[in-house]
T-cell receptor, first 114, second 114 residues
Framework: NAGVTQTPKFQVLKTGQSMTLQCAQD?????MSWYRQDPGMGLRLIHY???????DQGEVPNGYNVSRSTTEDFPLRLLSAAPSQTSVYFC?????????????FGQGTRLTVV | DAKTTQPTSMDCAEGRAANLPCNHS???????VYWYRQIHSQGPQYIIH???NNETNEMASLIITEDRKSSTLILPHATLRDTAVYYC???????????????FGKGTKLSVKP
């Protein structure tokens, strides 16, 4: 059982480049979300999705786009990378609304923008 | 913003019980208390959650005060592998939309020492 898989694990980008961080889950979870974590900080929510075809903004959405065409995948796109987006990115998934169960997190993507 | 308050850091001797407090004085009647931990920048890991009754699983025990304004996570026999940042989070019991998202504070950094 793979759980939540994030790729790549590490990435270095130049300012202005674009890229997509991949997140896939094999647990048929409806909820998926993206967080970023900066040094010494807790996780901050970027975007989330309550099901295929539905996405919404979190606390820090600027500079990021998401889509949810399937239940399994929730990619995060950086349109034009900036040094302020240097961070560790975590993807999470959990069951649908009304079910109090645990959220599962990926192992993170460590992104450096130079 | 996070609806919980936790100490910034705590130490615990290996083999002893680690008691991590959390204040959630504004918790609503339909909100659960969740605990997650993050070991050395890995993805957060679910530990336990509860509504009003004390809960125990293979990892930890959760003690919630009768007025539900605070709780304590207990690791009964802490090991070096329990060194991590521990997050206390409140979440509605029947959530929908953005209410399903986990809002992380800065957590408590627990250091288990030999």
């Amino acid at each position: 059982n793979a759980g939540v898989t994030q790729t790549p694990k590490f990435q270095v980008l130049k300012t202005g480049q674009s890229m997509t961080l991949q997140c896939a889950q094999d647990m048929n979870h409806e909820y998926m979300s993206w967080y970023r974590q900066d040094p010494g900080m807790g996780l901050r929510l970027i975007h989330y999705s309550v099901g295929a075809g539905i996405t919404d903004q979190g606390e820090v959405p600027n500079g990021y786009n998401v889509s949810r065409s399937t239940t399994e995948d929730f990619p995060l796109r950086l349109l034009s990378a900036a040094p302020s987006q240097t961070s560790v990115y975590f993807c999470a998934s959990s069951y649908a609304a009304g079910m109090n169960t645990e959220a599962f997190f990926g192992q993170g993507t460590r992104l450096t923008v130079v | 913003d996070a609806k919980t308050t936790q100490p910034t850091s705590m130490d615990c001797a290996e083999g002893r019980a680690a008691n991590l407090p959390c204040n959630h004085s504004t918790i609503s009647g339909n909100e659960y208390v969740y605990w997650y931990r993050q070991i050395h920048s890995q993805g957060p890991q679910y530990i336990i959650h509860g509504l009003k009754n004390n809960e125990t699983n293979e990892m930890a025990s959760l003690i919630i005060t009768e007025d539900r304004k605070s709780s304590t996570l207990i690791l009964p026999h802490a090991t070096l592998r329990d060194t991590a940042v521990y997050y206390c989070i409140v979440r509605p019991a029947n959530y929908g939309g953005s209410q399903g998202n986990l809002i992380f504070g800065k957590g408590t950094k627990l250091s288990v020492k030999p």
